[in-house]
Antibody, heavy 121, light 109 residues
Framework: EVQLVESGGGLVQPGGSLRLSCAAS????????MNWVRQAPGKGLEWVSY????????YYADSVKGRFTISRDNTKNTLHLQMNSLRAEDTAVYYC??????????????WGQGTLVTVSS | DIQMTQSPSSLSASIGDRVTITCRAS??????LNWYQQKPGKAPKVLIF???SLQSGVPSRFSGSGSGTDFTLTISSLQPEDFASYYC???????????FGQGTKLDIK
């Protein structure tokens, strides 16, 4: 069974930095594309970033471009999200999710349990 | 960017009701549309991918339809465990640049 477990969330001041991790098990991690998705308190889902299986193809939502960096370590089955210049509006639960691709169609399954990031002074 | 608009934003229904949630894309996304269910405090779970394909293990009372810009998620007979929030997601621009609808909260009438 595929399991994704996020860590690294917490309280940080505006302008600060935080590094999230997502540990994968039960899957050949290096074969899969991965994504980060966030959800502000009481709000909907917002896609944040994508990384290809080898780590060379990367995309970001405009809201985090230039501030966040996605990366992966396939030797350690781990996905990361480095978050710099954090703002109050980055406060959210951050989920990592495996991307499943079939015949050109893509969806997210499974998702981790999420880690809460709170940006506040 | 592709925008996704769900309706309604919230919905009250009773056990056994047939429920339909709509998702509209700002441009043609053919069948690149997924549906997720999220219960309070839990991670989302995929129900439907490629507009109408039922994810393994998901009850057959869930179904998806549509193509182009207009899509629907239908629950044929609501069960207690179905009260949750539902989100559509476009994957037309894969890889990356995915967009979710704003969500529909389904609660008990």
């Amino acid at each position: 069974e595929v399991q994704l477990v996020e860590s690294g969330g917490g309280l940080v001041q505006p302008g600060g930095s935080l590094r999230l991790s997502c540990a994968a098990s039960g899957v050949t991690f290096s074969s899969y594309e991965m994504n980060w998705v966030r959800q502000a308190p009481g709000k909907g889902l917002e896609w944040v970033s994508y990384i290809g299986s080898s780590g060379t193809t990367i995309y970001y939502a405009d809201s985090v471009k230039g501030r966040f960096t996605i990366s992966r370590d396939n030797t350690k089955n781990t996905l990361h999200l480095q978050m710099n210049s954090l703002r109050a509006e980055d406060t959210a639960v951050y989920y990592c999710a495996r991307e499943v691709d079939l015949l050109g169609f893509a969806w997210f399954d499974p998702w981790g349990q999420g880690t809460l990031v709170t940006v506040s002074s | 960017d592709i925008q996704m608009t769900q309706s309604p934003s919230s919905l009250s229904a009773s056990i056994g009701d047939r429920v339909t949630i709509t998702c509209r894309a700002s441009q043609n996304i053919t069948s690149y549309l997924n549906w997720y269910q999220q219960k309070p405090g839990k991670a989302p779970k995929v129900l439907i991918f490629a507009a109408s394909s039922l994810q393994s293990g998901v009850p057959s009372r869930f179904s998806g339809s549509g193509s182009g810009t207009d899509f629907t998620l239908t629950i044929s007979s609501l069960q207690p465990e179905d009260f949750a929030s539902y989100y559509c997601q476009q994957s037309y621009n894969t890889p990356g640049l995915y967009t979710f609808g704003q969500g529909t909260k389904l609660d008990i009438k």
